[in-house]
């Protein structure tokens, strides 16, 4: 391999490499808003991963278009390409280079996660660029005590044990430490803010512990990701992320409320489906839980992206 081939070589790796980190830089832009501090070393997690996918793949793909337009047999030629038996630099290299990479991905997702389970009540600075800065977390003091939350075929219900009130929308104050008590009625469901980049299953016959920051005011989507039924994508709530002072407002007007029952999309859903238009499938549905009574119920027409 001559001087000049060499030099194509590392040019064109060079090319690879700058584009591949400004890929993996727009991937920030491929998520929501980054709501909590985990969303931070998540995001970063994506873009460090995307990088690399991106480098391999431009680079597999280019040493393929390269052989397709500049390295063709001749036209009518049969023959067969020369007898090389290996090259002992050449398979190390292919071999060492993707262990390499795995161990670094590994390393890094390990640091990331180990960094996600013990955030908590300290300064938070998000790596690399991030798309929200993560203020000041506030001091153990004013940690909130733990929010019970009741998943159901199909609804959310949430506790707050120390105001002894109940809502079906997640409130939440902004740079303080949340912590939530999980658990099933029924089935299999899962916990999910996209916004917050954070899922937990929540497990019937258990409590479950879990544990995030947010860090940006304004109203997020709590959305079962798990399949729990017929009606498992109506269950979605909103989740209102908003200052300490507007967080204790709503405590305390939210208590004076006398309990009701809450709108409930997927007992509509079902009694209008089976009085308006029965179909017959053969086998038994299950009937959604009747609406939950709470002091507070948000309506689907409050959410706003």
Same mark, same amino acid.
């Given at each position: ?20 980190? $400004? ?14 501090? %985990? ?12 990088? =690399? ?31 090389? %038996? ?12 993707? =262990?390499?990479?795995?161990? $670094? ?41 733990? =929010? ?96 300490? %002072?507007?967080?204790?407002? $709503? ?41 939950? =009574? ?12």
């Amino acid at each position: 391999m001559n001087r000049r081939t060499i030099l194509i070589l590392m040019g064109l790796a060079i090319a690879d490499l700058f584009i591949s980190l $400004w890929v993996g830089q727009q991937a920030y832009h491929w998520m929501p808003p980054q709501a909590s501090a %985990e969303s931070v070393l998540v995001d970063n997690l994506f873009s460090f991963m995307t990088t =690399i996918g991106s480098f391999i793949f431009l680079g597999v793909v280019g040493a393929l278009l390269y052989a397709i337009l500049f390295q063709r047999a001749a036209k009518y030629d049969a023959s067969d390409g020369p007898p090389i %038996e290996g090259n002992i630099p050449l398979e190390v290299v292919w071999t060492a280079i993707p =262990i390499l990479l795995v161990i $670094w991905i590994g390393t890094f997702s390990y640091q990331t996660y180990d960094r996600m389970s013990i955030l908590g009540p300290m300064e938070h600075k998000a790596m690399g660029m991030s798309m929200a800065e993560a203020a000041p977390i506030a001091s153990p003091e004013a940690e909130q005590s733990p =929010i019970n939350v009741y998943a159901r075929q199909w609804a959310w219900e949430f506790h707050y044990p120390a105001h002894n009130i109940r809502s079906t929308e997640l409130h939440l104050p902004v740079n303080q430490r949340a912590k939530l008590l999980l658990s099933s009625e029924d089935v299999l469901h899962g916990f999910f803010v996209p916004a917050f980049r954070v899922k937990q299953d929540v497990v019937p016959g258990q409590e479950i512990g879990f544990e995030f920051t947010p860090i940006r005011e304004g109203r997020y989507r709590l959305r079962d990701s798990e399949y729990s039924g017929t009606y498992f994508a109506a269950n979605q709530t909103n989740v209102v992320v908003e200052s300490a %002072e507007d967080y204790e407002q $709503w405590l305390t007007a939210v208590a004076s409320l006398p309990p009701t029952p809450a709108q409930n999309v997927a007992y509509e859903e079902f009694n209008r489906t089976t009085t308006q238009n029965p179909i017959g499938l053969g086998w038994k549905t299950v009937k959604p839980a009747p609406a939950p =009574i709470v002091n507070y119920a948000s309506s689907e027409d409050d959410f706003h992206e």
